[in-house]
């Protein structure tokens, strides 16, 4: 059975609801392309291969992974005898599911082992949606009755501090901060003593964006993890970096840049319901190794989902 055949089988418009509604607008352009090539072509040949590599690059799955993978479809077509475009999509979205899985079982959620807290830096330009998802990713586990502190560690940025500490308020969840232009270290170290201290589940550790000057951001978070090792000798067990959907390769882009200053662990896109072009999930997976954790698919706090592959295949590909 192919994975088309198989999800249908396994969701439908209700069990998907959330990743058919935040995909809709990437579904209706990719979807709506592959089909009305297929009926463009009644049989496959190299100008159907030519257009769908387009189809696949304007959908921002990156041109790396749509070169490999056409590849990969032209051989299987080959060998396989496939003409009908129906079958060949199919096949086409094994394929994308296989390179973005590559046999690894990838995180989502994450994890709480031992007595001392989970401690999570959050990393990303501004405008992505950074703060917010702070606030998203808050209020997800503390749902799940998870103790969470929240650290306003970008003192830099003009507002950001009175911004979190404003969810922070709404939440109900404690906020530590600092001085306007403080060293973000000196507030991260009280922020996470005190989680320590006091046996939080989880520290949320926001942090500047600035990507002008690499080495100063790198010194920067390098403080911040040295602080941190002090109270929690394996932290900080997670760093995620806010992408925006919208920004199209230019999450790539960020991407690679900050993953050069420091060990990115999961990325949590923003924004997925904006953009009609939902491939950069897998562009991100294949460029550079780097699972996306959470997805969000829409404005209200319980829109930010754990990344399910498959649900994402489905609203992209098929939902209604």
């Given amino acids: 059975m192919g994975l088309i055949s198989f999800l249908k089988e396994k969701f439908s418009k209700k069990d998907n609801g959330k990743y058919n509604n935040g995909l809709e607008k990437s579904r209706s352009a990719f979807s709506k392309k592959l089909n009305d090539l297929g009926k463009k072509y009644k049989k496959v040949n190299e100008d159907y291969f030519s257009e769908l590599e387009e189809i696949l690059i304007e959908a921002d799955v990156g041109v790396n992974l749509t070169l490999q993978t056409i590849d990969e479809l032209l051989t299987k077509a080959k060998k396989e005898k496939i003409n009908d475009y129906e079958e060949l999509n199919s096949a086409l979205i094994d394929i994308l599911f296989s390179n973005y899985t590559n046999d690894t079982d990838l995180p989502t959620e994450i994890n709480f082992d031992g007595d001392l807290p989970t401690v999570a830096l959050i990393v990303g330009v501004n405008g992505v949606g950074k703060t917010t998802s702070i606030a998203k990713l808050a209020?997800?586990?503390?749902?799940?009755?998870?103790?969470?502190?929240?650290?306003?560690?970008?003192?830099f940025r003009a507002g950001a501090t009175e911004q979190l500490a404003l969810w922070g308020?709404?939440?109900?969840?404690d906020v530590i901060v600092g001085k306007e232009n403080s060293d973000p270290s000196s507030v991260v170290y009280d922020g996470v003593y005190k989680a320590v201290k006091e046996n939080?589940?989880?520290?949320?550790?926001?942090?500047?964006?600035?990507l002008q000057n690499k080495n100063n951001l790198m010194m920067e978070l390098e403080k911040i993890k040295r602080v941190i090792g002090k109270l929690v000798p394996n932290g900080p067990q997670?760093?995620?970096?806010?992408?925006?959907?919208?920004?199209?390769?230019?999450?790539v882009v960020q991407a690679k840049a900050f993953n050069e200053v420091t060990k990115i662990t999961g990325v949590v896109i923003t924004k997925m319901d904006g953009t009609s072009k939902g491939g950069i999930i897998l562009a991100?997976?294949?460029?550079?190794?780097?699972?996306?954790?959470?997805i969000g698919l829409g404005e209200k706090m319980d829109d930010l989902e754990i990344f399910d592959l498959e649900k994402y295949l489905y609203g992209l590909c098929i939902g209604e």
Avoid: M, S
């Fill in 238 to 251: 997670e760093t995620f970096l806010i992408l925006d959907a919208t920004t199209g390769q230019n999450g």
């Fill in 169 to 173: 308020d709404r939440l109900g969840l």
């Fill in 200 to 210: 939080y589940d989880l520290v949320l550790v926001d942090t500047a964006g600035r």
């Fill in 284 to 294: 991100i997976k294949n460029e550079l190794n780097i699972p996306v954790r959470f």
């Fill in 139 to 155: 209020n997800r586990y503390k749902n799940a009755g998870k103790k969470v502190l929240l650290v306003a560690g970008d003192t």
